[in-house]
């Protein structure tokens, strides 16, 4: 019987297979990303603003022919099940990318 059809021997896996320590190599050294300092919480709230204010016009003005008789609990409900996550998922890291380079750009001018 051959160790392909004993079933209590097993073969040796990738997983499993050991590597000679001499080729094992060292990770090459990574250079630091360049950091740009997080925003003020001024900078923050104007994102903010800027993020969500377009987001509720937009929202008010699209929902309004139909949720005329809705009470305004269900309209801020159903408004915000859809600008929160919009301006946190995709408007808030499109401006922070924007604010990033800009950033950027003023302190490599400066520098």
Do not use: C
């Amino acid at each position: 019987m051959t160790s392909t059809q004993n079933p209590d021997v097993v073969a040796p896996t990738a997983a499993t297979a050991t590597t000679p320590a001499a080729s094992v190599r060292p990770a090459a050294p990574v250079a630091p990303a360049a950091s740009v300092a997080p925003p003020s919480i001024h900078v923050r709230a104007l994102l903010t603003w800027l993020a969500i204010f377009p987001l509720v016009t937009i929202g008010l003005t699209l929902i309004a022919p139909f949720a005329e008789a809705w009470p305004p609990v269900v309209r801020a409900l159903v408004l915000t099940l859809v600008v929160v996550p919009t301006a946190v998922y995709l408007v808030m890291p499109f401006l922070l990318k924007v604010r990033g380079g800009l950033h950027g750009r003023r302190a490599a001018r400066r520098g």
